[in-house]
């Protein structure tokens, strides 16, 4: 089981910072990238606790993860409300959208 966790987080983490990579502005792409990386950190061990151990609903799940790392790119990345908006919906979305075809 830790096994298949370990992976789900690396695939998490290479998709979404993949994903703010190219999003990101440019002359703030590392920090952005670095943000997302520890967003990530953070959240994904608590999400997957809720959701799989703790029996927590997926969707409000997901959707906390959003504003937790709309707060991160926000508040740590210093970005515009529609910057973090973007990065923490469009990298989250996807995540969510393998989640989900990986699961059928």
């Not at 952005?32 to 703790?54: D, K, R, S, Y």
């Amino acid at each position: 089981m830790f096994a298949t966790y370990l992976l789900t987080l690396s695939a998490t983490i290479l998709v979404e910072l993949g994903v703010v990579w190219l999003l990101a502005p440019l002359a703030l792409r590392r920090t952005c990238v670095a943000t997302a990386l520890f967003a990530n950190l953070l959240t994904h061990p608590l999400a997957t606790h809720a959701v799989i151990l703790g029996g927590a609903g997926f969707w409000e799940v997901e959707l906390g993860v959003i504003v937790v790392e709309y707060l991160a790119f926000r508040l740590v990345a210093r970005q515009p409300a529609r910057t973090s908006v973007r990065l923490a919906v469009l990298a989250n979305g996807l995540t969510i959208a393998l989640t989900l075809a990986f699961r059928l």
